[in-house]
């Protein structure tokens, strides 16, 4: 675990560096690393910093229950909805919101809750290539990834050609500079899902501490 740390560090180290030349993630993304699917990652990430202070304010908790993200995808943002309309499970789910997520008035609901952050990027450091893009993997239906080898690489071209092929990011470090090979495919969204929202509320649970 010590190993593990002490290299997602470093990863943290040359993102941060890498982040203010606009390259790899935008100029105003904050760098921190967080854990998912048994994956420690070096994540670049934006928050909503108006719904971040609105939870803030109302004491709202990550919003990671299944049922209640499902109710909140089906309802616009600051609209009120009859509460009739809604089926029997999402009223239950309505039932259980936490503070700030939704107001009821009037027998209709209004939904207040967006998603905290978004993530441009998932970093993982590996001292192999194949094992680090494995584990890359596991980020693929939520944000761009890349990994980052701190090692000479074996099989270069191999491991390039696999980098490009999954669209997944190749960097290297050598002391204090930070080398792309291939950069990392361009996140593309094609549908929201329960499952996309639950892992940035996660993920907001573990990087909403770094806020100032």
């Known amino acids: 675990m010590a190993v593990a740390d002490a290299a997602a560090r470093e990863s943290i180290d040359a993102l941060s560096r890498s982040a203010p030349v606009g390259t790899l993630v935008p100029r105003n993304a904050e760098v921190g690393l967080a854990e998912a699917f048994g994956v420690h990652a070096v994540l670049a990430y934006r928050f909503d910093i108006d719904e971040c202070s609105r939870r803030d304010l109302a004491g709202t908790p990550p919003l990671t229950r299944p049922d209640l993200l499902e109710l909140l995808m089906g309802l616009p943002v600051g609209e009120s909805v009859p509460v009739g309309s809604l089926s029997q499970s999402e009223r239950r789910a309505l039932r259980s919101a936490p503070k700030g997520v939704l107001t009821r ?13 978004q993530i441009d990027l998932a ?3 590996g001292r192999g290539w194949e094992t680090a893009m494995e584990k890359a993997e596991s980020f693929t239906p939520f944000c761009a990834r ?14 390039m050609m696999q ?7 190749l960097l290297t470090i050598t ?3 930070l080398d792309v090979l291939v950069p990392p495919r361009p996140f593309v969204r094609y549908r929201h899902t329960v499952a996309s929202w639950r892992f940035l509320e996660n993920m907001y649970g573990q990087l909403a501490t770094t806020r100032q």
Do not use: C, M, S, W
Not at 146 to 159: F, G, H, I, S
Not at 163 to 169: C, K, L, Q, S
């Open 105 to 117: 008035k009037n027998k209709t609901v209004t939904r207040h809750a967006v998603q905290p952050l």
């Open 163 to 169: 980098a490009d092929f999954y669209g997944i990011g």
């Open 146 to 159: 890349a990994v980052l080898v701190d090692r000479p690489l074996r099989r270069r071209q191999d491991a």
């Open 123 to 125: 970093l993982v450091p």
């Open 175 to 177: 002391g204090d500079e």
